[in-house]
């Protein structure tokens, strides 16, 4: 099966600073993993995603980095803003048929002003 | 833009009774999930479900639970008889193609077992 642990549970950064949440996962034929970003009492909200034949995606203000040799999958969060603040969760889909996405534990990212 | 409504928001229900959490999908989404989060925990995969029947369950998903999709806008999840253990989140979630697809979730019904 699929284990997916991330880093840190907490992450403290100053508003305007670029952010960074790490997740490890343990399947090395999972191919497509996802972010999710959950406020408090909101359902995880899609943010950005990337596919086992990439290394790096961008979306708006946002990166995702795949390193499969390590299997380690990073988010970068660029000049954050206080609406950032919320917990992020990696996803891992393992393939092999498999419909679930495997979850990280999350991150709490706060900002301080 | 669409999205995926959950109601209710909070349930409250004595143990050993049966409970229905209800979904709109995104409406020309095929696949369907439930995932619960118990509080402080991971999300976890309960099941899938795909041209009305059951894809893909986990080992949570027991026989006590039950899913089905009464209408063509509707997906429910049925706990027979709630158990404390059972209270949690329960995110309904939707995607176009299968799970290798973006997964869109619901806001959540908070689950609360006395």
């Known amino acids: 099966g699929e284990s997916v642990g991330l880093h840190l549970p907490t992450l403290s950064v100053q508003e305007g600073d670029n952010s960074i949440i790490n997740c490890a996962y343990s399947?090395?034929?999972?191919?497509?993993f996802i972010w999710y970003k959950q406020e408090s009492g909101k359902g995880p909200q899609f943010i950005i995603d990337?596919?086992?034949?990439?290394d790096k995606r961008q979306g708006q203000r946002v990166t995702v980095l795949l390193n499969k040799t390590v299997k380690h999958l990073s988010l970068q969060i660029a000049a954050t803003q206080p609406g950032d603040s919320a917990v992020y969760f990696c996803?891992?889909?393992?393939?092999?048929?498999?419909?679930?996405?495997?979850f990280g534990k999350g991150t709490h990212l706060i900002i301080q002003p | 833009e669409p999205e995926v409504t959950q109601t209710p928001s909070h349930q409250v229900t004595q143990m050993g009774q049966e409970v229905i959490l209800r979904c709109v999908p995104i409406?020309?989404?095929?696949?369907f999930y439930w995932y619960r989060q118990i509080l402080g925990q991971k999300v976890e995969f309960l099941v899938s479900?795909?041209?009305?029947?059951?894809?893909?369950k986990s080992e949570i998903f027991d026989d006590q639970f039950s899913v089905e999709r009464p209408d063509g806008s509707n997906f429910t999840l049925k706990i027979r008889s709630t158990k404390l253990e059972d209270s949690a989140m329960y995110f309904c979630?939707?995607?176009?193609?299968?799970?290798?697809?973006?997964?869109?979730f619901g806001p959540g019904t908070r689950l609360t077992v006395l």
């Open positions: 979630a939707s995607s176009w193609e299968r799970a290798a697809d973006t997964q869109y």
């Open positions: 399947n090395s034929a999972s191919d497509y």
């Open positions: 990337i596919r086992s034949n990439m």
């Open positions: 996803a891992v889909y393992s393939g092999g048929g498999a419909d679930g996405l495997t």
């Open positions: 409406s020309n989404h095929l696949y």
């Open positions: 479900f795909y041209n009305n029947e059951i894809s893909e």
